[in-house]
């Protein structure tokens, strides 16, 4: 059987650049097994795959998987698969909004076109981030990364977790050198950020951007994950608001934020967060960006 799928540039509006995406347009009658080996295959963070919703309102049911594990919610496989999926549904309209189904739950989205292959999408959070257990302290964090105590933190910003669905530990760090230095070691890591039913992973961060209009400069290792290193996470960014919510002086209203991630890895990337805030509480965010299709074909199965 041909199965039709799509690989795109995710978080970015310039090929070759952000976080590719394997999305598999025709996945009936494949079972689990068969979506995680195929994931493997394609040897990217995450490769979606397409199936019929469950309710005819919605636009599509989606299965994420890493080439390790599935997840129940990622945000660059929903902006890309979004995307995709509008460009695929030949509608005349510049924009269009519709909603995924997701293990996590519906995921709203809306998306608009830029062309025959590009778009832009933003999608609201289906879980607003949630505080997941006490942090590692300095010295296992830094020693995990292979950076000095003296490295972590920055302001009000305090080693955290959080989840919106995938949990990470966030590590803001002093300045963008140390974020280029850090390296994690194997088990260090695994026993500062995994343990207790987690997969080690870190977003690392700091306040000094490569680009202007930009607000944190960031780095995700998610070696739990089957991720060694991740040019752009968009699950991160959505539990990142748990961060900001704990660490910024955020008042009543919306604020926007402007994520620089994969530099490191040479597949710079840009993600958008936004989040609104009534009587001191998080009551809505939404990831936000750009993305490409770079090649099209078919899998023989």
Known sequence: ?????????????????????????????LDEARMQAIAREFNLS??????????????????????????????????????LLALESGSAADALAFGLEEEIGIVPCVVEIRGERAGHARFRLPKLPTFDGDAPDEIATAWALGLAPSEIGFARHVTSRHSAGVPFCFVPLA??????????????????????????????????????????????????????EDPATGSAVAAFAGALMQCEPLGDGEHAFVIEQGFEMGRPSLIELSMTLRHGALVAAEIGGTALVVAEGRLTL
């Open 46 to 83: 995450e490769t979606v795959f397409v199936l019929p919703s469950r309710e005819p309102r919605h636009r599509a049911r989606l299965r994420i998987f890493t080439p390790a594990r599935e997840l129940p919610f990622a945000g660059h496989p929903t902006i890309g698969t979004a995307i």
């Open 1 to 29: 059987m041909h199965r039709r799928y799509a690989i795109l540039d995710v978080f970015t509006d310039e090929a070759l650049t952000g976080n590719p995406l394997a999305v598999v347009l025709e996945a009936e009658g």
């Open 175 to 228: 300045s963008r050198e140390a974020v280029t230095r850090a390296s994690p070691r194997h088990e260090a890591f695994e026993k500062a950020f995994g343990g207790n039913g987690r997969r080690a992973a870190a977003f690392v961060y700091t306040r000094e951007t490569v680009g202007e209009g930009r607000h944190f400069h960031a780095r995700m290792f998610g070696q739990g994950l089957g991720i060694g």
